[in-house]
């Protein structure tokens, strides 16, 4: 079955930055749209960013233009750049594969949807504090 494994996490100042990876084992990760997602204690799980197979984005609007989703140039790892770290982005943060990007509404904000993946990563913390 298909293997996720994320890293990159850790301790980072305010307006610091952390990139975060993630690579699959015993399947292709280009056949898989990956997406990032994050969740805070005490809160729901969110949507990051998306990257199809093809390369096409989809960020959450409380991460536009700080944060970006790219691939390697071996499709083997989709990574997660993540600049002007804010304490609210503490979190711990999941990747996870399926055929496509989905962008939900909700409260007059999109995120990146986590309906229907097919696995999950176990994730990553990243804490962000002075």
């Known amino acids: 079955q298909l293997q996720l494994v994320e890293s990159g996490g850790g301790l980072v100042q305010p307006g610091g930055s952390l990139r975060l990876s993630c690579a699959a084992s015993g399947f292709t990760l280009a056949d898989y749209a990956i997406t990032w997602f994050r969740q805070a204690p005490g809160k729901e799980r969110e949507g990051v960013a998306c990257i199809t197979r093809s390369g096409s984005k989809d960020l959450a609007d409380s991460v536009k233009g700080r944060f970006t989703v790219s691939r390697d140039n071996a499709n083997t790892t989709v990574n997660l750049q993540m600049n002007n770290l804010k304490p609210e982005d503490t979190a711990v943060y999941s990747c996870?594969?399926?055929?496509?990007?989905?962008?939900?509404?909700?409260?007059?904000?999109?995120?990146?949807?986590?309906?229907?993946?097919?696995?999950w990563g176990k994730g990553t913390l990243v804490t962000v504090s002075s």
């Open positions: 996870a594969a399926r055929s496509f990007c989905h962008v939900i509404y909700r409260d007059g904000r999109s995120y990146p949807s986590d309906v229907g993946m097919d696995y």
